[in-house]
């Protein structure tokens, strides 16, 4: 099985950037208002699906790329590796199923560094992501799985004026373990 579900890596960036829009006062990023951006993460996905939508896109560049590399364990199976990458709109593509599978997990960030250059316009992140919990249906669509998974990513962020801050790439190691097969 190489995908739990073809929106997973939707699914797996709640770790990066679809946080509410902080509300960036400055002109130029802090440490303290990246990790605010992040911190606010958990609970946007307790919002109503529309209000979701709009944080998640406004949230994800233009020019946004992720990169999972994901390792993918089903009970009594080998692990399963797969790469793949996703632009801005494949992101949202995948939103909804994004939202439904973490809307009831338990999901927790930490920011593990923040080095922001010296324009403070742009910054390097360090995180890691744990959602417990997620319910993803399988890719024949015959099955659904709850998971947990842990990603640790490396984030590269933009403040964008009259925005606030942006995901302009995102590069992960992923770890997907299924615990149960509905």
């Known amino acids: 099985m190489k995908k739990i579900y073809p929106a997973l890596a939707a699914l797996l960036f709640i770790g990066l950037s679809p946080a509410p829009a902080y509300s960036q006062k400055s002109d130029?990023?802090?440490?303290?208002?990246?990790?605010?951006?992040y911190a606010e993460l958990p609970g946007v996905f307790k919002k109503p699906y529309a209000v979701f939508l709009k944080e998640y896109?406004?949230?994800?560049?233009?020019?946004?790329?992720?990169t999972n590399r994901t390792t993918i364990t089903l009970p009594?199976?080998?692990?399963?590796?797969?790469?793949?990458?996703?632009?801005?709109?494949?992101?949202?593509?995948?939103?909804?199923?994004?939202?439904?599978?973490?809307?009831?997990?338990?999901?927790?960030?930490?920011?593990?560094?923040?080095?922001?250059a010296q324009d403070g316009m742009t910054a390097e992140v360090q995180e890691i992501s744990r959602i417990q919990g997620m319910t993803a249906p399988g890719a024949d669509a015959e099955h659904t799985f709850i998971a947990n998974s842990t990603e640790t990513c490396t984030d590269?962020?933009?403040?964008e004026p009259g925005v606030g801050i942006q995901m302009v790439k995102s590069e992960c190691e992923v770890s997907v373990n299924v615990v149960q097969k509905l």
């Open 28 to 37: 130029r990023l802090t440490d303290a208002s990246v990790r605010q951006f």
């Open 57 to 66: 896109s406004a949230r994800a560049s233009d020019d946004l790329l992720i």
């Open 156 to 159: 590269h962020i933009k403040l």
């Open 76 to 116: 009594g199976q080998p692990p399963t590796q797969t790469t793949e990458e996703l632009t801005r709109q494949q992101l949202l593509d995948g939103a909804q199923q994004a939202y439904q599978a973490a809307s009831q997990a338990k999901l927790w960030n930490q920011v593990l560094s923040v080095q922001i």
